[in-house]
Nanobody, 124 residues
Framework: QVQLVESGGGLVQAGGSLRLSCAASGRTSSAYAMGWFRQAPGKEREFVTA????????YYADSVKGRFTISRDNAKNTVYLQMNTLKPEDTAVYYC?????????????????WGQGTQVTVSS
């Protein structure tokens, strides 16, 4: 079992930045790809970005490419999401997730563990 706890959400003005963190505990010795998803009010949860176990490979949804950066520190069992140039349409609950697989999983069903989510609100 892996437990994930997100932090760093909040209210920010359009054009601003936030950094989300996702701390993992439990069976963290296994190799997990990590991802971030988000769910806006009235919408389905959508993929944002993923990072491989080593951190060498990353993948982004087109909507955030060039603005968001995912990174990880395996020594600290923590994954980060740096969000710059935020837009009102980035407003959502952001979830981190862990997938016990290689590569860069982009589908929800490939992830076994999920955090509780952290709210990000971008005002115009």
């Amino acid at each position: 079992q892996v437990q994930l706890v997100e932090s760093g959400g909040g209210l920010v003005q359009a054009g601003g930045s936030l950094r989300l963190s996702c701390a993992a505990s439990g069976r963290t010795s296994s190799a997990y790809a990590m991802g971030w998803f988000r769910q806006a009010p009235g919408k389905e949860r959508e993929f944002v970005t993923a990072i491989s176990w080593s951190g060498a490979a990353t993948y982004y949804a087109d909507s955030v490419k060039g603005r968001f950066t995912i990174s990880r520190d395996n020594a600290k069992n923590t994954v980060y999401l740096q969000m710059n140039t935020l837009k009102p349409e980035d407003t959502a609950v952001y979830y981190c997730a862990a997938a016990p697989r290689a590569g860069l999983p982009t589908r929800e069903e490939w992830y076994d563990y999920w955090g509780q989510g952290t709210q990000v609100t971008v005002s115009s």
